[in-house]
């Protein structure tokens, strides 16, 4: 079993940052791929980035490369998520998501095994 809480979300003017934490906890937190995904209201849950074990590879989604970036502290058992250059199109609720099996980031859903709760972003015009 693997247990991740996130935090960080809020509300932020749009060109603002936020920085999103997911800590983890219940396994070695070094064997896993971890990702974070976002889902807006009547949207679809999409893959915003993911990070590998060792947290050298981090991939992202077209809409937010160049000003999200990914990143983990195994030793903190803690994966984190700088947003900035934040807009409106942002605003979703925010998970991160934990892959046992595989050790690069995926960038679909079914490839998790553990979700955390999600913390809302949202960004004013």
């Known amino acids: 079993q693997v247990q991740l809480v996130e935090s960080g979300g809020g509300l932020v003017q749009a060109g603002g940052s936020l920085r999103l934490s997911c800590a983890a906890s219940?396994?070695?937190?070094?064997?896993?791929?971890m990702a974070w995904f976002r889902q807006a209201p009547g949207k679809e849950r999409e893959f915003v980035a993911g990070i590998s074990r060792s947290g050298v590879l981090a991939n992202y989604a077209d809409s937010v490369k160049g000003r999200f970036t990914c990143s983990r502290d195994n030793a903190k058992n803690t994966v984190y998520l700088q947003m900035n250059a934040l807009t409106p199109q942002d605003t979703a609720v925010y998970y991160c998501?934990?892959?046992?099996?595989?050790?690069?980031?995926?960038?679909?859903?079914?490839?998790?095994?553990?979700w955390g709760q999600g913390t809302q972003v949202t960004v004013s015009s």
């Open positions: 219940g396994r070695t937190f070094s064997s896993y791929a």
């Open positions: 998501a934990a892959d046992l099996l595989r050790s690069l980031a995926r960038t679909t859903d079914v490839s998790y095994d553990y």
